[in-house]
């Protein structure tokens, strides 16, 4: 049994392997929670991602030896990204994640959480980049905070139109088919380029574009998990 943690800006995701395959899987808002989980299984190894805590301070909060993911630890994949300090290592594991699904590149990462990113993996296994741009709340926070009368909207559901009869259904439908549409332009554009690239879609909206999956598009919530497994089996092997 293996141990992975992702720890984000919102929320602290945890996965037990056996294997490649998760044993079970939870979502927490702190990382006491996370720990009272986690404190259910045994495990032999474990690996952390995390954009909210360095290395020192998990070691201080953490009672288990961890390997730490930062940009020294061997990856399966070669990193072609020209900027290497500054790649967000959960953007890293999201693409091995989707390496390690499709069997190798040309593959494409895309992550729904705070920020929608699209991270690209080319068919000689080399991680070359992507693209960033805001989420679905992040919007949603931008047209409230940066405006003075648009109110602050939920993105808990899908529209039901993209004509929107209220101010507050044009902006979730703005948002929602807004963010769809770049999603399947991105894929598009991408397509045209390399033929035969499959897209993964995965974080924590992932589940509001179900109704894009094809047969070259999967949507997978658990992929920066999966990737983080495959990096961690990498080490230990």
Request: with cysteine; proline share 4%.
């Amino acid at each position: 049994m293996q141990l992975c943690i992702d720890i984000g800006n919102t929320r602290i995701k945890s996965a037990f392997f056996d294997g490649d395959q998760i044993y079970s899987n939870e979502s927490f808002d702190s990382i006491e929670k996370a720990l009272d989980w986690c404190g259910k299984e045994s495990f032999k190894h474990c690996l952390v991602s995390s954009v909210r805590y360095s290395k020192s301070e998990l070691q201080s909060l953490l009672p288990f030896n961890f390997l730490f993911l930062d940009h020294k630890v061997p990856l399966p994949i070669k990193n072609g990204y020209s900027s290497q300090s500054t790649l967000g290592l959960d953007r890293l594991a999201g693409a091995v994640g989707a390496w390690k699904l499709n069997s190798g590149g040309p593959v494409l990462a895309i992550d729904l959480g705070t920020c929608l990113t699209f991270d690209f993996v080319n068919g000689e296994d080399i991680y070359m980049g992507g693209a960033i741009s805001p989420g679905l709340r992040l919007r949603s926070q931008s047209m409230h905070s940066l405006t003075a009368n648009l109110p602050l909207v939920s993105m808990d559901d899908i529209p039901d139109s993209p004509i929107g009869r209220t101010t507050v259904d044009c902006m979730k439908s703005g948002i929602w088919y807004g963010l769809a549409h770049e999603i399947e332009g991105h894929i598009e554009d991408f397509r045209a380029k390399f033929p035969g690239i499959k897209a993964f879609i995965s974080g924590g909206d992932s589940h509001f574009f179900e109704s894009l999956a094809k047969d070259h598009i999967f949507v997978v919530p658990n992929l920066v998990l999966l990737g983080l497994n495959c990096i961690l089996n990498h080490n230990v092997e």
